[in-house]
């Protein structure tokens, strides 16, 4: 794959081996990488009479990539260590969320892991840290003056964060049946964009200060009570003469499983001086009508609104932001103003910076090669490390 003598990167990947093999092919290998996409052709390939496996003289970076479900992780971790970790370059582990059911189990994971590893040799990834308009976020915030100037409890009424696939579990339950929505979208996913979009301005962009700011709206939280929160699971349907199966018919799923497909979270409150009182609301569900994922911010209404009689039916529209993160990226500003032409009647309008649909599913390619290739080209946002807070669904 690369000329002898010269210094070669090696991509392990554990799981989802048909993304890792795309990536591969649209990226990597132009960069002079091998992937070694089955766990268990590591054996094989590494381990080498001469104790030496690939290396055979040259200097190797190893990255191993773990997509597959967390009760795995140290397993195939541990096999890594023994026969295909460099001996010569770097060594580097990326661990996908979930990072643990529960504090004790996050705390447990991290140090089975370091049983192989040192804590900078591994990096723990919330792809959607990585999406464009999540990494945008902090540019829109801390770059336009108009936006921080607005960003707090004074003009923002509330603010949603909704994910929604309009597709089922279609086999993946050996992982997602052990979660739920909860934990496999809300807790990091949802709750990470909230921190980015909540903190206040970090000292630097460095990766830790970005962190520390992130902890701080965490600890800010107040907890949810069970009242706060609606779940469900979906069931069956028939939709133009198709039918689509009920989460418990997948065939990797029990056919007594009550985990929550489906989650809405009535209001989480920041007790700051900046967030106080306004909620947040968060909503995440698989199988439903459409796919999405977006932040919708909504500002408050104008105090004495001198052209409320002017909206028609739906008095005074307030303003709302939203950050569609996908698909179709866009962020766009409802704004009234004024139809042309006689009188004074107000509509609605969009004031759109609509992406266009370039390169813009990359996300979680662009984390990997950021780890893989140089630590300055990760977004310092995206990479949550030991000391990230972990929060108890
Ligand atoms: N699916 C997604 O879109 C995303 C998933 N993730 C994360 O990736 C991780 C895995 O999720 P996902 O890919 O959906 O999970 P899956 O249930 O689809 O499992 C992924 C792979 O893990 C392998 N695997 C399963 N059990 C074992 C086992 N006991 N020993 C060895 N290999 C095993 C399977 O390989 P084989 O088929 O060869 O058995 C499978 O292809 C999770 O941490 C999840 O949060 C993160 C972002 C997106
Ligand atoms: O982490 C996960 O994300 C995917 C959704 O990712 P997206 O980039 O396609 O929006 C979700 O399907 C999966 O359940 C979850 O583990």
Redesign the pocket.
Known sequence: MFPAGEKSDEVGGAGRNRTTIKMSRSILFQARFIVVSNAFLWNAYYARPNGQGAEAGRISNRMFYLSVPPNVFIDVVKCASKLAFSLNGWTRVIV??PFGRDSESSAALTRNLKQYLEEDQIFRI???LG?ELVENLSVLRFTNLVFEFLWSSQYIQNVQLI?S?DFG?EG?GR??DN?G?IR??MQ??LLQILALFAMETPVSLDAEDIRNEKVKVLRCMKPLLLDDVVIGQYKSHTKDGISYPAYIDDKTVANDSLTPTFAAAAAIFINNARWDGVPFLMKAG?ALHT?G?QIRVQFRHVPGNLYKKSFGTDLDRANELVIR??PDEAIYLKINNKIPGLGVRLDRSNLNLHYAASSL?L??SKLRLGICCSDSTIPPAVVITASGHSYDP
């Open positions: 996908e969320k919330d792809h959607y999406k994910f696939e579990i993946r992982y997602f979660y929505i496999d979208i990091n996913h698989k796919k994922a993160m996908q599913s996300s979680l």
